[in-house]
């Protein structure tokens, strides 16, 4: 976990990021802040700020693109994540995946737990880690507790897809990337995941590159 630090400069970093308006620029792997650990948050922002700080987050998430986006990520080390899914994939990727649309949420403190012992494998990528996209064996089923931005207690299982961002964000405020989950032999592209691996599942990547699936 990150060492505390007073609310004025959190709120001071907050403001600063702010102020340059428009989707706020994400940090990338190498960089300190996604790997020390986060503060959980009790209040360091305000309401207004943090209102206001929540909409940044979700505006830098449309616009990269992606389906979540932590505080570490923009370099802020508070416990808070968003996410939001349209799922806008083929239903056969869907099915496959169990992908489904998720609304816009925020997760604040978040922690997660496995609710079985099923896993499922699948590319991941991150907006932290450009480029790259790697098969990572993720619980299938979790079980999240926290609150919203309005204090109200979250206590939610997830399975599929929506359970892998839940596991993926939550994980950049404990400071673990999804390559440290990941099989490092499947660690391709993006192009080249387009051209040899869009498929619904990684088998033939796994069969190819020579590694194993749960």
């Known amino acids: 976990m990150a060492p505390p630090r007073d609310h004025a400069s959190l709120a001071e970093r907050v403001e600063e990021l ?5 989707p706020l ?26 209102a206001r700080f929540i909409d940044a987050l979700r505006e830098t998430m449309h616009a990269a693109p992606g389906v979540g986006l932590a505080a570490p990520q923009v370099g802020v080390p ?22 489904v649309p998720q609304p816009f949420r925020v997760l604040v403190n978040p922690v997660y737990e496995p609710v ?7 590319f991941e990528g991150c907006l932290s880690v450009p480029g ?14 926290g609150t919203d931005e309005h204090g109200r207690a979250l206590d939610e299982l997830f399975t599929g897809w929506p359970a892998r961002i839940v596991q993926h964000e939550t994980d ?17 592209t993006n192009e080249a995941v387009a051209a040899l691996w869009n498929r619904p599942t990684p088998e033939a990547a796994a069969d190819a590159l020579g ?3 749960p």
């Open 25 to 50: 620029p994400i940090v990338a792997a190498g960089q300190p802040v996604l790997r020390r650990g986060t503060e959980p948050y009790d209040g360091q922002l305000g309401p207004a700020l943090l």
């Open 78 to 99: 508070l416990r808070i994540a968003v996410i939001e899914d349209p799922a806008p994939v083929p239903e056969e990727v869907a099915v496959a995946r169990g992908r």
């Open 116 to 122: 079985g012992a099923a896993r499922a494998a699948f």
């Open 211 to 213: 590694f194993e699936l």
């Open 18 to 22: 702010l102020a340059a308006g428009g």
């Open 172 to 188: 950049h405020l404990d400071g673990t990337l999804y390559l440290d989950h990941a099989e490092l032999r499947s660690l391709s």
């Open 132 to 145: 790259w996209q790697a098969v990572v064996a993720r619980h299938a089923e979790v079980r999240l507790r």
